[in-house]
Nanobody, 124 residues
Framework: VQLQASGGGLVQAGGSLRLSCAASGRIVSITSMGWYRQASGKQRELVASITRGGDTNYAESAKGRFTISSDNAKNTVYLRMNSLKPEDTAVYYC???????????????????WGQGTQVTVSS
């Protein structure tokens, strides 16, 4: 299983970006997907998550500015980020909680499925 993230970049404060993350591979089902971020010298933190049923959860810092959405048919999660601030600068990682087919076609559940990270830099 692979998660491919894209959409990061350099933007001025107040600007917007949209991140995308597509899951591929021998996936049986995806329970939830989410976005985390890690700023330089800091721990990785949850930004937002969404369940297959559409329930969402946001970090306080993301509420009112960021919107997470998903396309279940495409196994893809999006993060729309508006009103970006310099403190949003970080590497953003997507994460998936899913079930996939193992080596012997058995079901394997994992919450430790991560994308490669995409850099978001917000200039002041």
């Amino acid at each position: 299983v692979q998660l491919q993230a894209s959409g990061g970049g350099l933007v001025q404060a107040g600007g917007s970006l949209r991140l995308s993350c597509a899951a591929s591979g021998r996936i049986v089902s995806i329970t939830s997907m989410g976005w985390y971020r890690q700023a330089s010298g800091k721990q990785r933190e949850l930004v937002a998550s969404i369940t297959r049923g559409g329930d969402t959860n946001y970090a306080e810092s993301a509420k009112g500015r960021f919107t997470i959405s998903s396309d279940n048919a495409k196994n893809t999660v999006y993060l729309r980020m508006n009103s970006l601030k310099p403190e949003d600068t970080a590497v953003y990682y997507c994460n998936a909680n899913l079930v996939y087919f193992g080596v012997h076609s058995e079901y394997v559940a994992t919450s430790d499925c991560w994308g490669q990270g995409t850099q978001v830099t917000v200039s002041s």
